[in-house]
Nanobody, 115 residues
Framework: QVQLVESGGGWVQPGGSLRLSCAASTSIFRFNTMAWYRQAPGKQRELVAESPRTGSNHYVDFAKGRFTISRDIHKNTVSLQMNSLKPEDTAVYYC?????????WGQGTQVTVSS
């Protein structure tokens, strides 16, 4: 069983920045992929960015140039640095990992972008 705990959400004005962090209860070397998803009210959950164990990180179009996903192997965390935030980025953000084909999810952290 893998426990994931997100932190770093909150309220920010348009154009601002937030850094989300997801702490795993086990070594992140075990995960094939670590990713961030988001779900806005009334919408389906969607991928934001993913970090494979090997290879390049992947970003969906709305995240390119604004968001950066990164792993910290010493802290067993995956972070999402979000810059130039827009009101349409408002959502609950979820951490997701793939452990041998089994997905695990965090509880989510709310991000609200408004003036």
């Amino acid at each position: 069983q893998v426990q994931l705990v997100e932190s770093g959400g909150g309220w920010v004005q348009p154009g601002g920045s937030l850094r989300l962090s997801c702490a795993a209860s086990t070594s992140i070397f075990r995960f094939n992929t670590m990713a961030w998803y988001r779900q806005a009210p009334g919408k389906q959950r969607e991928l934001v960015a993913e970090s494979p164990r090997t290879g390049s990180n992947h970003y969906v179009d709305f995240a390119k140039g604004r968001f950066t996903i990164s792993r910290d192997i010493h802290k067993n965390t995956v972070s999402l640095q979000m810059n130039s935030l827009k009101p349409e980025d408002t959502a609950v953000y979820y951490c997701n990992v793939d452990l041998s084909g089994d997905p695990y999810w965090g509880q989510g952290t709310q991000v609200t972008v408004s003036s």
